[in-house]
């Protein structure tokens, strides 16, 4: 049973463009989201996250949107740039409880 | 500030052979997560413990693995006997607090199994 769904397994998008990676979920207990960034032989690093009570935050060139209604979150980036290639995971958790389940990933790819 | 320590950072066993992994969580941190990355998906829990004590290990398969946290600090991960479906990437994560409002979980590099 996938609580964490990522679709897209890949994406291309060219340099200063916008990338938007998309994430939904079917728990509805689910009320705090995050987006983990992971290269090559490293371990996921953290990137931007959204409670529930938010519909939208925004971080530098980071900007998370989230459609509770949906279930749906949304992950833009303005604009890309190649240090931006990486596969991007979307998370959910329940406010207060560390356990976080992820979804598949997305690999992003930033062409120059 | 240092971050998450695993090793080793690779490993090839036989199906039937048992491995280790250990994981040094970043100082101060309580919480400490191993997650199992099969490829092609993202990481699934396997066991979570605050300071030395198991909160979670709904989905670990106990028959084979088994996983410490003595004194609250370092951790090992091993699986006794293993199985080709094993093989995975194991990281381990650690967080600062319990109930920390950001859930912020920071991971180690990861120990890539292969079982043959």
């Known amino acids: 049973d996938q609580q964490v769904k990522q679709n897209s397994p890949s994406l291309s998008v060219q340099e200063g463009r916008i990338s938007i990676l998309n994430c939904d979920y079917t728990?509805?207990?689910?009320?705090?989201f995050l987006w983990y960034k992971k290269y090559p032989a490293e371990g996921p690093t953290f990137l931007i996250s959204?409670?529930?009570?938010?519909d939208k935050n925004e971080d530098g060139r980071f900007t998370v949107f989230l459609n509770k209604s949906a279930k749906h979150l949304s992950l833009h980036i303005v604009p890309s740039q190649p240090g931006d290639s990486a596969v991007y995971f979307c998370?959910?958790?329940?406010?207060?409880?560390?356990?976080?389940?992820f979804g598949t990933g997305t690999r992003l790819t930033i062409i120059p | 500030e240092a971050g998450v320590a695993q090793s080793p950072r690779y490993k090839i066993i036989e199906k039937r052979q048992s491995v280790a992994f250990w994981c040094n969580p970043i100082?101060?941190?309580?919480?400490l997560y191993w997650y199992q990355q099969i490829l092609g998906q993202g990481p699934k829990l396997l066991i979570q413990?605050?300071?030395?004590?198991?909160?979670?290990d709904s989905q670990l398969p106990k028959d084979r693995f088994s996983a410490e946290r003595l004194k609250g600090v370092d951790s090992t991960l091993k699986i006794q006997p293993a199985k080709l479906e094993d093989s995975a990437v194991y990281l381990c994560?650690?967080?600062?607090?319990?109930?920390?409002?950001?859930?912020?979980?920071?991971f180690g590099p990861g120990t890539r199994l292969t079982v043959l």
């Open positions: 994560a650690s967080s600062i607090n319990p109930g920390h409002l950001s859930n912020e979980q920071f």
């Open positions: 728990n509805s207990m689910f009320d705090y």
């Open positions: 959204i409670s529930s009570i938010k």
């Open positions: 998370a959910a958790s329940v406010e207060g409880n560390e356990k976080l389940t």
């Open positions: 100082s101060g941190h309580a919480t």
């Open positions: 413990f605050q300071n030395n004590g198991v909160v979670d």
